[in-house]
């Protein structure tokens, strides 16, 4: 009982943070349309904290869904690094051609380590929390939606807890991730000369409509041939292996809830939620998730030994 209460407590601390941040913080409230897509926002966020509740209620006798002081702490300290980071990236410093706000966001790492290290609520929170705290730092607007896709990334990448022997079934997780990503890559070969609506010109400070680049249709397919090397190059560091394979799927997943959750909100059309938003953030997500979460995985190991636990 004590186990189902925090995790309901930290679902509705999520719920509470992302309403207040709403209608107290996104500068966009505003606007009519924005305003007309509140209680389809609000519908999403309700839809993915049940998904996050679901999967807790399907595997509750683990115990990487307890929540103790440590696991607080760590989601206070996750939520503000995730924030501080995503602020640094998003639109600030890289900006990519899509139909929404989407920025290279390298911090993406961070919800996916402190899922992977120190369970899925604490990757849940901080992925959540820290993406409401970045935008509203950015001052961009709010897209609770998107907080919640985040949240999911982390969870799901701290799915990877649930089993003792994290060799199980993470053949299975990346040939999910691969059916998943060729998938998302064929609806960009179908429309590879989507416009995006939003495309932002920071030289010339104008919006235009920008088809995607090769690149970027074509990133997630290589942030998976990295997730894909990854695994088999690190097969000797399962910590390494697990965190690459199991955020890679939390990235699909999460970031897919969010892009696919704007046909609803925002009226777009499938193929402009998966060519539009959900590859240019998916992919560079990946690419990341690739490189820097075996940097953060081998850090934090050492820094473990070094303490002697």
Not at 24 to 53: C, E, S
Not at 235 to 262: H, M, P, Q, R
């Amino acid at each position: 009982m004590k186990k189902i209460l925090g995790i309901v407590i930290a679902l509705l601390v999520v719920a509470a943070i992302i309403v207040l941040g709403v209608y107290f913080i996104d500068p966009n409230l505003d606007y009519p349309l924005d305003q007309a897509t509140v209680p389809m926002r609000f519908l999403f966020v309700g839809i993915g904290l049940v998904i996050a509740f679901v999967i807790y209620l399907a595997t509750r006798k683990n115990k990487a869904w307890e929540i103790g002081t440590r696991e607080v702490v760590w989601m206070a300290i996750g939520a503000a690094l995730y924030a501080v980071f995503s602020w640094l990236f998003n639109g600030t410093v890289f900006v990519v051609p899509s139909v929404s706000q989407v920025a290279l966001r390298p911090a993406i790492a961070i919800p996916m380590f402190f899922g992977y290290a120190f369970g899925p609520v604490v990757g849940f929170f901080s992925g959540a929390v820290g993406n409401m705290f970045g935008d509203a730092l950015t001052g961009f607007g709010l897209s609770p939606q998107w907080s919640i896709g985040n949240g999911l990334v982390g969870m799901i990448a701290g799915l990877a807890l649930l089993y003792p022997d994290k060799k199980k079934g993470l053949n299975t997780v990346l040939i999910t991730s691969g059916v998943l990503t060729l998938l998302a890559t064929g609806v960009y070969l179908l429309y590879p000369a989507l416009a995006n609506m939003l495309y932002y010109s920071p030289e010339e400070n104008i919006f235009g409509d920008q088809q995607i680049t090769l690149l970027a249709g074509f990133s997630l397919l290589i942030g998976f041939i990295l997730v894909l090397i990854i695994r088999f190059a690190f097969g000797k560091n399962i910590d390494v292996a697990a965190a690459v394979t199991w955020g890679a799927l939390g990235n699909i997943l999460g970031i897919g809830f969010a892009a696919l959750s704007d046909i609803w909100i925002n009226g777009f059309p499938f193929a402009v939620a998966i060519v539009g938003e959900f590859l240019p953030a998916a992919g560079p997500n990946m690419i990341f998730a690739a490189i820097l979460l075996p940097f953060l995985v081998v850090g934090y190991a050492a820094v473990q030994r070094q303490s002697g636990r």
